[in-house]
Each structure stands twice: as structure tokens, then as C-alpha cells.
């Protein structure tokens, strides 16, 4: 018990530099964003996949958190935020290292993810404009702010210091406040909603134990691929350590540690359901995301591709 609880907020610790960062950037946008920069955020949203894909692969789940509050404002494409989360590889990039596979194999492996992820982003956004006709919706920080009710109106002036350095003054019907303090008041709230449900997974973990798991990959052919899937999808850091300890053991081959890592987003997915109040949606890229992660696995098995 006091393993689970201690590893939960060791991860959700690692979160709160990003989720400070990320409101502080939500909060200076909402503040300052003209009619001109919402139109430069929705048009630069058909090139966001390459983006996202590329900066996804950075190790550790911070951005795909990140990136869950921003489309939950807007402030990027649905496409975006699935180029993200495909990419992201949580903690596989640190095991490999500690392993000392090499170097190129490394590369590889995160060149192909990034690959994958800014494909299916980019298809996404693609049929959302062109098949079913749907823009990006305005950003809409604001929105976000109501839902957690903040209180960020009711703020009163402060942080001087911050705002001479920044000139971060936040205008909203009629009041001026700092954005530092509603920030932080997002980000804490986030962070405590995270440290409880990692507690929660981490106990369910060790109840299951690691042989579990193992039985429950070992099922056979294809089946293994959606199983992997199914384990990626646990917003939590160890799913992606055990799909890689796994594929490094040689538990499981490189298609269905593929197919378990692309659907793995790290905590990004506990915060979208969190943040985000279109529970449809949601539910839709999670569907699309496990589809794209399994589907890409199985796909890297017909061709015999390994790495």
C-alpha cells in the first residue's frame, strides 16, 4: 500500500511543472487573445499533427497532460491531441536507455511513432473538415474556467512583480487580476484529481500482480495486440513500463509492445475525462485512439516489421 501511494505521487508530481505551465500559457492566451490570434490558432491547427507527433515523443507523460488542456480549450485540433497521444511514450524511452539498447534502435522506434501519430492525426482533422465538414471550434479557455469553477473573476489584483516582469494583467468583464493565482488553482485541483486515481490504479496493480498480466498477454496471435491495447490505455505510468519490460524479456514481440505503446497517452487520457465536459467526444478519441494504436501493431506483424 505505501509503495502504491509513494510511486502514484512520485508520477503526479512529475505532472505539476506541466500543468502550471500549461495554464499559465491557457490563462495568458484567454487574456490576450485577439479575434486575430484565435484565427492564427484555428488555421495553424491543420499543420498541429506534425507538431504534436514530434513533440509527443518527448519521454514521460507531461505532454500529452498538457496537451489534453489545451484541447479541452480549443486551443488545438482533435487530430492534434491524437498525434499526441499516439507518440507519447511515457516511460519506454528511460527503460530503453537503462537497458542500453541502442542508440539508432531507439531512434527508430520513436521516428516510427511520431510517424504514426502525425499520420493519423492528420488523417483525422482531414475527414473531420473535408467528410463530415467540421472546423475547429473557437478557443474558448474560458469555458474551462466555468467548469472548474475557479472563481478566476473574483480574483483580486496581485503578483505585481509578475505582471511588471510579464505585463500578464488579465482583463475580464470589467476586473483585472493576475493569472498566476487561477493557474495555480487549475493546476492543483488537476493534480490532486490525478494522485487520487493513480493510488487507486497503482493498489489495483498490485492486487493483479505482474504474472497476471503476463497470463493475460499470453493468449495468443492476435488477441494479443488488442490485449496489449487494453493495457496501454491504463492512465498510468506502469502500463508502459510493463509493455516494454516485456518486450525486452521477450515476452511480447515488437507488434504488440507497438500496439500497447501507441495506445498508452500516460495520464493525458485521466485528464481529458476530466477536463474536457463532452463526455462523446471522449469516449470517441478513446475509441479512435485504441483502434489507430491496435490496428498500426497488427499491421507491423503482417509485414514483418521489427525492430
Not at 214 to 220: C, M, Q, T, V, Y
Amino acid at each position: 500500500m505505501s509503495d502504491a501511494i509513494l510511486d502514484a505521487a512520485l508520477d503526479s508530481f512529475k505532472m505539476l511543472p506541466f500543468l502550471i505551465i500549461t495554464y499559465l500559457f491557457m490563462e495568458y492566451l484567454e487574456a490576450h487573445a485577439s479575434g486575430r490570434i484565435s484565427e492564427a490558432v484555428k488555421n495553424s491547427g491543420r499543420f498541429g499533427p506534425v507538431i504534436g507527433g514530434i513533440a509527443g515523443i518527448a519521454p514521460q507523460c507531461g505532454f500529452s497532460t498538457a496537451a489534453s488542456n489545451l484541447y479541452a480549450g480549443k486551443v488545438i485540433t482533435a487530430g492534434t491531441l491524437l498525434a499526441i497521444f499516439l507518440s507519447t511514450s511515457d516511460e519506454m524511452l528511460p527503460l530503453f536507455i537503462s537497458e542500453q539498447v541502442e542508440v539508432q534502435r531507439i531512434a527508430l522506434i520513436l521516428m516510427l511513432k511520431a510517424a504514426i501519430g502525425i499520420f493519423f492525426g492528420l488523417l483525422f482533422d482531414f475527414l473531420r473538415r473535408n467528410v463530415f465538414k467540421k472546423e475547429q471550434e473557437p478557443m474558448d479557455i474560458h469555458s474551462l474556467c466555468v467548469r472548474e469553477d475557479c472563481h478566476c473573476d473574483d480574483e483580486e489584483p496581485g503578483f505585481k512583480d509578475m505582471k511588471e516582469v510579464l505585463d500578464l494583467k488579465h482583463h475580464d468583464h470589467g476586473k483585472n487580476h493576475g493569472i498566476l493565482k487561477p493557474a495555480l488553482r487549475h493546476s492543483i485541483r488537476i493534480f490532486i484529481f490525478i494522485l487520487i486515481v493513480s493510488v487507486f490504479i497503482n493498489i489495483a496493480v498490485e492486487v493483479l500482480g505482474e504474472e497476471s498480466i503476463k497470463s493475460f498477454l499470453n493468449e495468443g496471435g492476435i488477441l494479443i495486440h488488442f490485449a496489449a491495447g487494453l493495457i496501454g490505455l491504463i492512465p498510468n505510468c506502469a502500463a508502459s513500463v510493463f509493455l516494454t519490460e516485456f518486450y525486452l524479456d521477450g515476452i511480447i514481440g515488437f507488434g504488440p509492445m507497438m500496439s500497447g505503446l501507441l495506445c498508452g497517452a500516460g495520464l493525458g487520457l485521466l485528464v481529458l475525462f476530466r477536463v474536457n465536459n463532452d463526455l462523446r467526444k471522449n469516449l470517441s478519441l478513446l475509441g479512435i485512439l485504441y483502434f489507430c494504436g491496435v490496428f498500426s501493431g497488427i499491421v507491423l506483424d503482417i509485414l514483418n516489421i521489427s525492430l
